[in-house]
């Protein structure tokens, strides 16, 4: 069973009661906004005509809207954690929208192998409960040839300070995420800083690292 049965993170409950504000809140024009659309350019460069998306931990579903107007043809997937989340996100579809958003995690994604050219996962990784469960899924539903953009604080120059003061955790370093991508057979391929957020909040374009030669 996925959702919140199998995930008992505290995060999860914070986000239930911050769902139906979520797309008020002032980060959203300050730091969401500009890393959406930075992903948005890195997704179109890397994978000219994807033909399917998933965005993991999509919240209530923005960056999907978003993406619906840049990719009209792709298949749209969503999944959150946070069953509020899932329900606002389907709530703010336009009618007869195609995107599908259902309640599932990281660690345990309802997917067959190989399904996506571009996987996205903004601002959620810091709060996922088991990061390399989550990273072995992602490179699990991720098509050859497709891209996995993840985009989130790495620990550099202010957002040091800032994850200080929000009491914020699990940050990654660059170290520690290179190798749990390596123990899963992907790479980081470009990168690109989002915003005036610049490198501290980075979109990372993440693709399956060449078989070694015989
Ligand atoms: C800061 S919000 C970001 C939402 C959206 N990606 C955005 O950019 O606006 C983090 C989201 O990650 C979700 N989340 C936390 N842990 C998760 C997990 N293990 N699997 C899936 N979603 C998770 C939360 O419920 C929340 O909606």
Partial sequence: MHGSHTHSHGDVGRFDEWASSYE???????VFEPIQKTLLDVAASQVSHPGSILDVGCGTGKLLRATSGRFPQARLE??????RMVQTAIHLLAPGSS????EATAE??????GQFDLVFST?????WADQAKGVSEVARVLAPGGRWLLCDFVGRGIVRRVTQLF???RFFDRGR???LLAQNRLVVVAERPSGWLGRSVPVLAIGKAASPTR
């Fill in 108 to 113: 345990a994604l309802p997917f067959a192998d």
């Fill in 177 to 179: 995420l290179d190798a």
């Fill in 99 to 102: 995107i599908h958003i259902q």
């Fill in 167 to 169: 009491r914020l955790h």
């Fill in 24 to 30: 008020r809140h002032w980060m959203q024009r300050l």
């Fill in 78 to 83: 969503g999944v959150d954690a946070a069953p």
């Fill in 123 to 127: 601002m959620t990784f810091h709060h």
